[in-house]
Every structure is written in C-alpha cells, then in structure tokens.
C-alpha cells in the first residue's frame, strides 16, 4: 500500500510565504517518477501548479513561476513547494500527486498516480 501524505499549509497574509512538503509512504520498495503539486480553489476545477520529473526538472503554471519553488528528495521520495510572495488568488487546496511504481522481485511494476488529502493554504489579510 501507498499513502502521500501532505504537511505544511495554513494561513498568511499577502506577500508571505509558506512551505508545503509532501512524503510517499509505503513498506514495499518502490521508485517514484513524475511528481507535483496541484491546486483547487472554492468553485474552480483543480489545476497544476508545478511538477518535477525523477530527473529533477521542475515546470510551473506561469501564474507562479518566480514565487513558487518545487524540489525533490529522490532516495526519501519527498516533496517541497517553497510558496513566496504569495497572494489571495494562491488560496486553495493543495494536493500533492505521485507517480509510484512497485518493486516487485526487482522488477517495476506499472506505475500508478497516488493523491495527497489536500492542505488548505489560505492567503488573506
């Protein structure tokens, strides 16, 4: 079984910052491919906010690009979104997604994408 698990969100005002940080969990090995971070505010479909590849290339929705910082920690299959500069518009919830792959027998298996619950970041003053 796989879990993500997200940790970080909460309240600020216009201009401040917030750190989301994100973590697979599981007792079996795995490897983990493509992840990032998805947003969803009251009455609006959900939408990427920026993702990272298992190479380490990061991609934003250009409302975020040069305040939003998405990293990785490969071996521990973490993941951070340093959110700066924020404003009312970044309010929502954020899910963070992973693409995992099971390592059975040392095979991989087909990967499959596993979601967070979601971290309410509110941004208001």
Known sequence: QVQVVESGGGSVQPGGSL????AVKTNNVI????????????G????LVATVTSGG??????????RFIISRD??????SLEMNSLKDEDTAVYYCNAEVSLVVGG???????????G???TVSS
């Not at 750190?19 to 994100?22: E, I």
């Not at 298996?109 to 967070?116: I, K, L």
């Open 19 to 22: 750190k989301l940080s994100c």
């Open 74 to 79: 490969i071996a521990k299959h973490t993941l």
């Open 107 to 117: 095979i991989a298996q087909p990967a499959r994408s596993y979601w967070g619950q």
């Open 44 to 47: 609006k479909q959900r939408e």
């Open 119 to 121: 971290t309410q970041v």
């Open 31 to 42: 490897s983990t491919y493509d992840m990032g971070w998805y947003r969803q505010a009251p």
């Open 57 to 66: 290339i990061p991609k934003y929705v250009d409302s975020v690009k040069g």
